[in-house]
């Protein structure tokens, strides 16, 4: 049969505009928030997290923002560079900590040159 | 520092043969996992072992798939026998300890293609 996977949501972007990734997470119990990165042959690779005590958290052109009321939960990259084309995915922990995350779909970026 | 090392990169199995993945997690990290990883989808936990026991097993299909930690470092997960279905990548990754969020690090996986 058809694989839902197969169907990644997808989003383009011009190198050097800003980009929103949504994510929409299912566990209101949930109080730890990650986005990797994968990029084609590798493993996820951290990027950012978030307590569910905040609501904005900001790295190196990354902004993680949490709304806990919707649970829904976003990733900001700056100023977007050819590496940042991949996949991302948001994970969810459950209330003691990153034992088991749990991941969303991902969300495939790819930034044009 | 040396990531997680896993083997083989590559395995191209028959249906109804056996499999066995193999992984070194980062030194000094005492959690370890192993996850699924479909197309197009999200890493989904096989089982995590804290040192060589393991403490969350609930999501591994124990008719064919078992996995050993021995010593508390390298991992070893098994398949037998393969099915079809069991085409994916299989992700290890590791974490300093699992009390409390820190961050797992993944290895580069194995991509399992069952014909």
């Known amino acids: 049969g058809e694989s839902v996977g197969l169907h990644l949501p997808t989003l383009s972007v011009q190198e050097g505009d800003n980009s929103i990734i949504n994510c929409a997470y299912s566990n209101s119990a949930s109080d730890y928030f990650i986005w990797y990165k994968q990029e084609s042959g590798k493993g996820p690779q951290f990027i950012i997290d978030?307590?569910?005590?905040?609501d904005k958290r900001q790295g190196q052109r990354v902004t993680v923002l949490l709304n806990k009321t919707v649970k829904h939960l976003s990733l900001q990259i700056a100023a977007t560079q050819p590496g940042d084309s991949a996949v991302y995915f948001c994970?969810?922990?459950?209330?003691?900590?990153?034992?088991?995350?749990?991941f969303g779909t991902g969300t495939r970026l790819t930034i044009i040159p | 520092e040396a990531g997680v090392v896993q083997s083989p990169r590559y395995k191209i199995i028959e249906k109804k043969q056996p499999v066995a993945f193999w992984c070194n997690p980062i030194?000094?990290?005492?959690?370890l996992y192993w996850y699924l990883q479909n197309l197009g989808q999200g890493p989904e936990l096989l089982i995590r072992y804290e040192n060589e026991e393991a403490v969350d097993d609930s999501q591994l299909p124990k008719d064919r798939f078992s996995a050993e930690r021995l010593k508390g470092v390298d991992s070893t997960l098994k398949i037998q026998p393969a099915e079809l279905g069991d085409s994916a990548v299989y992700l290890c990754?590791?974490?300093?300890?699992?009390?409390?969020?820190?961050?797992?690090?993944f290895g580069p996986g194995t991509r399992l293609t069952v014909l």
């Open positions: 990754a590791s974490s300093l300890h699992s009390g409390g969020p820190n961050e797992q690090f």
């Open positions: 030194s000094g990290h005492n959690t």
């Open positions: 978030i307590r569910s005590n905040m």
């Open positions: 994970a969810e922990s459950s209330p003691f900590g990153n034992e088991k995350l749990t």
